[in-house]
Protein backbone atom coordinates (compact mmCIF):
# COMPACT_ATOMS: atom_id res chain seq x y z
CA UNK A 1 0.00 0.00 0.00
CA UNK A 2 3.22 2.51 0.14
CA UNK A 3 1.94 5.81 -1.94
CA UNK A 4 4.97 7.69 -1.02
CA UNK A 5 8.70 7.55 -2.27
CA UNK A 6 11.18 9.51 -0.22
CA UNK A 7 15.13 9.41 0.37
CA UNK A 8 15.93 7.15 3.23
CA UNK A 9 18.16 9.60 4.52
CA UNK A 10 19.97 13.08 4.51
CA UNK A 11 22.81 15.22 5.74
CA UNK A 12 22.70 18.74 6.20
CA UNK A 13 25.03 20.71 8.36
CA UNK A 14 23.41 24.21 10.14
CA UNK A 15 22.64 27.71 8.51
CA UNK A 16 22.47 25.22 4.86
CA UNK A 17 18.68 25.05 3.14
CA UNK A 18 17.62 21.37 2.95
CA UNK A 19 14.81 19.97 -0.03
CA UNK A 20 13.88 17.11 0.87
CA UNK A 21 11.38 15.15 -2.61
CA UNK A 22 8.52 13.39 -2.19
CA UNK A 23 6.88 10.92 -5.33
CA UNK A 24 3.61 10.02 -5.38
CA UNK A 25 2.54 9.26 -8.49
CA UNK A 26 -0.99 7.81 -7.28
CA UNK A 27 -2.24 10.70 -5.45
CA UNK A 28 -6.29 11.54 -5.41
CA UNK A 29 -7.86 14.50 -7.22
CA UNK A 30 -9.40 16.07 -3.74
CA UNK A 31 -5.95 15.20 -1.48
CA UNK A 32 -3.70 17.16 -0.09
CA UNK A 33 -0.10 16.49 0.41
CA UNK A 34 0.88 17.34 4.04
CA UNK A 35 4.32 16.93 5.77
CA UNK A 36 5.32 15.87 9.59
CA UNK A 37 7.91 16.13 11.45
CA UNK A 38 8.85 13.62 14.25
CA UNK A 39 11.45 13.68 16.76
CA UNK A 40 12.63 10.27 19.04
CA UNK A 41 9.94 8.72 21.23
CA UNK A 42 6.97 11.49 19.98
CA UNK A 43 4.20 11.64 18.00
CA UNK A 44 4.29 12.91 14.40
CA UNK A 45 3.90 17.12 14.28
CA UNK A 46 2.42 18.55 11.29
CA UNK A 47 4.82 20.79 9.21
CA UNK A 48 2.70 22.17 6.30
CA UNK A 49 -0.09 21.29 3.51
CA UNK A 50 -0.63 21.95 0.14
CA UNK A 51 -2.93 21.18 -2.36
CA UNK A 52 -0.61 23.22 -5.26
CA UNK A 53 2.34 25.80 -6.87
CA UNK A 54 3.64 26.97 -3.77
CA UNK A 55 3.10 27.43 0.36
CA UNK A 56 4.95 28.93 3.23
CA UNK A 57 4.26 29.33 6.33
CA UNK A 58 6.77 30.27 9.27
CA UNK A 59 8.43 26.83 9.58
CA UNK A 60 8.83 25.50 5.65
CA UNK A 61 8.05 25.91 2.10
CA UNK A 62 5.70 23.41 0.08
CA UNK A 63 6.65 23.34 -3.82
CA UNK A 64 3.94 21.26 -5.70
CA UNK A 65 4.28 20.95 -9.38
CA UNK A 66 1.59 21.14 -11.68
CA UNK A 67 1.11 17.54 -11.77
CA UNK A 68 1.12 17.11 -8.51
CA UNK A 69 3.04 13.74 -8.68
CA UNK A 70 5.61 15.10 -6.36
CA UNK A 71 5.90 17.30 -3.93
CA UNK A 72 9.13 19.26 -2.27
CA UNK A 73 9.97 20.15 1.64
CA UNK A 74 11.93 23.17 1.78
CA UNK A 75 13.60 24.12 5.23
CA UNK A 76 15.18 27.38 5.13
CA UNK A 77 18.59 27.49 7.51
CA UNK A 78 17.97 24.25 9.40
CA UNK A 79 19.61 24.10 12.81
CA UNK A 80 20.33 21.17 15.08
CA UNK A 81 16.79 20.94 16.28
CA UNK A 82 15.52 20.13 13.04
CA UNK A 83 17.38 16.57 13.21
CA UNK A 84 14.21 14.46 13.05
CA UNK A 85 12.16 12.44 10.48
CA UNK A 86 10.34 13.99 7.64
CA UNK A 87 6.97 12.54 6.41
CA UNK A 88 5.10 13.57 3.77
CA UNK A 89 1.42 12.14 3.47
CA UNK A 90 -1.75 11.40 0.62
CA UNK A 91 -4.73 9.78 0.47
CA UNK A 92 -5.38 6.33 -0.75
CA UNK A 93 -6.78 6.86 -4.33
CA UNK A 94 -6.87 3.15 -5.80
CA UNK A 95 -9.09 1.74 -2.96
CA UNK A 96 -11.03 4.65 -2.95
CA UNK A 97 -10.84 5.10 0.41
CA UNK A 98 -9.67 7.95 3.01
CA UNK A 99 -6.90 5.37 4.36
CA UNK A 100 -3.92 7.97 4.98
CA UNK A 101 -0.92 6.06 4.66
CA UNK A 102 2.46 7.72 5.89
CA UNK A 103 5.68 7.24 3.29
CA UNK A 104 8.81 5.53 4.46
CA UNK A 105 10.34 9.15 5.75
CA UNK A 106 13.61 10.90 5.82
CA UNK A 107 16.16 11.13 8.24
CA UNK A 108 17.74 14.05 8.35
CA UNK A 109 20.93 15.15 10.14
CA UNK A 110 21.59 18.51 10.71
CA UNK A 111 25.40 18.55 11.60
CA UNK A 112 27.22 21.72 13.26
CA UNK B 1 -7.95 21.25 25.33
CA UNK B 2 -6.21 17.51 26.01
CA UNK B 3 -6.03 17.08 22.17
CA UNK B 4 -5.16 13.46 21.69
CA UNK B 5 -4.48 11.45 24.94
CA UNK B 6 -3.33 7.77 24.74
CA UNK B 7 -2.99 5.18 27.91
CA UNK B 8 -0.90 3.68 29.04
CA UNK B 9 2.05 5.25 28.40
CA UNK B 10 4.14 2.15 28.67
CA UNK B 11 2.82 -1.65 28.85
CA UNK B 12 4.44 -5.08 28.78
CA UNK B 13 2.69 -8.56 27.96
CA UNK B 14 2.82 -12.32 27.48
CA UNK B 15 2.32 -13.79 24.68
CA UNK B 16 -1.26 -14.73 24.62
CA UNK B 17 -2.63 -11.86 26.90
CA UNK B 18 -5.54 -9.58 25.91
CA UNK B 19 -5.17 -5.72 26.27
CA UNK B 20 -6.77 -2.51 25.18
CA UNK B 21 -5.19 0.74 24.36
CA UNK B 22 -6.92 3.36 25.25
CA UNK B 23 -7.40 7.18 22.64
CA UNK B 24 -9.65 10.08 23.56
CA UNK B 25 -9.70 13.02 21.74
CA UNK B 26 -11.56 16.28 22.75
CA UNK B 27 -11.64 18.22 19.66
CA UNK B 28 -14.34 16.57 17.97
CA UNK B 29 -12.93 15.28 15.41
CA UNK B 30 -14.57 13.05 13.28
CA UNK B 31 -11.69 10.71 12.06
CA UNK B 32 -9.17 8.49 14.08
CA UNK B 33 -6.31 6.11 13.44
CA UNK B 34 -4.16 4.01 14.90
CA UNK B 35 -0.76 3.68 13.78
CA UNK B 36 2.17 1.43 15.02
CA UNK B 37 6.12 2.47 14.71
CA UNK B 38 8.89 -0.32 14.74
CA UNK B 39 12.31 0.50 15.42
CA UNK B 40 13.49 2.42 12.82
CA UNK B 41 11.05 2.12 10.70
CA UNK B 42 8.27 4.30 9.75
CA UNK B 43 4.49 4.62 10.70
CA UNK B 44 2.11 1.88 9.59
CA UNK B 45 -1.43 2.31 9.35
CA UNK B 46 -3.60 -0.56 11.64
CA UNK B 47 -7.16 0.63 11.60
CA UNK B 48 -9.19 4.01 11.34
CA UNK B 49 -12.90 5.25 11.82
CA UNK B 50 -14.36 8.09 9.65
CA UNK B 51 -16.91 8.75 12.24
CA UNK B 52 -19.07 7.10 15.09
CA UNK B 53 -20.11 3.44 14.20
CA UNK B 54 -17.38 3.39 11.32
CA UNK B 55 -14.26 1.31 11.00
CA UNK B 56 -11.86 0.37 8.40
CA UNK B 57 -8.86 -1.52 8.19
CA UNK B 58 -5.33 -0.01 7.36
CA UNK B 59 -2.03 -1.69 6.00
CA UNK B 60 -1.53 -4.12 9.21
CA UNK B 61 -4.89 -4.56 10.60
CA UNK B 62 -4.36 -8.53 11.88
CA UNK B 63 -4.75 -9.36 15.57
CA UNK B 64 -6.06 -5.77 16.38
CA UNK B 65 -9.45 -5.22 16.46
CA UNK B 66 -11.23 -1.50 17.11
CA UNK B 67 -14.64 -0.07 17.86
CA UNK B 68 -16.09 3.78 17.64
CA UNK B 69 -19.31 3.97 20.14
CA UNK B 70 -18.44 7.99 20.59
CA UNK B 71 -16.92 10.11 18.77
CA UNK B 72 -14.56 10.75 21.67
CA UNK B 73 -13.04 7.44 21.98
CA UNK B 74 -11.05 4.44 20.06
CA UNK B 75 -9.66 2.21 21.22
CA UNK B 76 -7.32 -0.49 19.97
CA UNK B 77 -7.71 -4.06 21.02
CA UNK B 78 -4.87 -6.63 20.90
CA UNK B 79 -6.82 -10.08 21.15
CA UNK B 80 -3.68 -12.31 21.78
CA UNK B 81 -0.62 -10.34 21.90
CA UNK B 82 2.46 -11.61 20.23
CA UNK B 83 6.21 -10.77 20.13
CA UNK B 84 5.81 -9.04 16.54
CA UNK B 85 2.93 -6.72 18.34
CA UNK B 86 5.95 -5.33 20.04
CA UNK B 87 5.90 -1.59 18.73
CA UNK B 88 5.14 2.01 19.83
CA UNK B 89 1.42 2.32 18.85
CA UNK B 90 0.32 5.89 17.82
CA UNK B 91 -3.63 7.47 17.93
CA UNK B 92 -4.41 10.23 15.71
CA UNK B 93 -7.24 12.43 14.73
CA UNK B 94 -8.38 15.38 12.38
CA UNK B 95 -11.10 16.99 11.14
CA UNK B 96 -12.78 16.17 8.16
CA UNK B 97 -13.62 18.89 5.64
CA UNK B 98 -17.15 18.90 4.66
CA UNK B 99 -16.20 20.36 1.52
CA UNK B 100 -14.99 18.40 -1.70
CA UNK B 101 -11.39 19.24 -0.92
CA UNK B 102 -9.82 16.92 1.79
CA UNK B 103 -7.23 18.45 4.33
CA UNK B 104 -5.24 16.20 6.60
CA UNK B 105 -4.00 17.92 9.45
CA UNK B 106 -3.67 14.92 12.10
CA UNK B 107 -2.85 15.31 15.48
CA UNK B 108 -1.44 12.86 17.31
CA UNK B 109 -1.03 11.01 20.82
CA UNK B 110 1.80 10.74 22.75
CA UNK B 111 2.17 7.23 22.02
CA UNK B 112 2.20 3.56 23.95
CA UNK B 113 4.93 1.71 23.80
CA UNK B 114 4.29 -1.86 24.29
CA UNK B 115 6.44 -4.96 24.48
CA UNK B 116 4.94 -8.36 24.29
CA UNK B 117 7.53 -11.17 26.09
Known amino acids: LAKTTQPISMDSYEGQEVNITCSHN???????ITWYQQFPSQGPRFIIQ???TKVTNEVASLFIPADRKSSTLSLPRVSLSDTAVYYC?????????????FGSGTRLQVQP | NAGVTQTPKFQVLKTGQSMTLQCAQD?????MSWYRQDPGMGLRLIHY???????DQGEVPNGYNVSRSTTEDFPLRLLSAAPSQTSVYFC????????????????FGPGTRLTVL
Open chain 2, 92 to 107: ASRRTSGSKVLTDTQY
Open chain 1, 26 to 32: NIATNDY
Open chain 1, 50 to 52: GYK
Open chain 1, 89 to 101: LVGDKDTGRRALT
Open chain 2, 27 to 31: MNHEY
Open chain 2, 49 to 55: SVGAGIT
